[in-house]
């Protein structure tokens, strides 16, 4: 059974940063794409970032150079450094593995981890 738990949201003022934590379990995490995806209030779910398995990264455009993706292999646990928040990252952040599109989301999704970016 896969399970995915997300973690590390809060409350930020803008400028601010904040890391969000993923552990996956139930997947070979080391061969697979991972991504985070937000879904703002009124809003679809969007993709972030994803990273692959050999490591590399791809990011929405509105997040580009303010956020990194990355993963630990040995910890099942994919990450998401924000730098320089908005007010319009506010959302709740989800990961999932990605599938060969490098966009669709593979597993039912987790709880998610609420992120608020105050102005």
């Known amino acids: 059974q896969v399970q995915l738990v997300e973690s590390g949201g809060g409350l930020v003022q803008a400028g601010g940063s904040l890391t969000l934590s993923c552990a996956a379990s139930?997947?070979?995490?080391?061969?697979?794409?991972m991504g985070w995806y937000r879904q703002a209030p009124g809003k679809p779910r969007e993709l972030v970032a994803t990273?692959?398995?050999?490591?590399?990264?791809n990011y929405n455009d509105s997040v580009k150079g303010r956020f990194t993706i990355s993963r630990d292999n040995d910890k099942n646990t994919v990450y998401l450094q924000m730098n320089k928040l908005k007010p319009d990252d506010t959302g709740l952040y989800y990961c999932?593995?990605?599938?060969?599109?490098?966009?669709?989301?593979?597993?039912?999704w987790g709880k998610g981890t609420l992120v608020t970016v105050s102005s």
């Open positions: 990273i692959t398995s050999g490591g590399t990264t």
């Open positions: 139930g997947i070979i995490f080391s061969g697979n794409d």
């Open positions: 999932n593995e990605v599938g060969i599109d490098g966009h669709a989301p593979m597993h039912d």
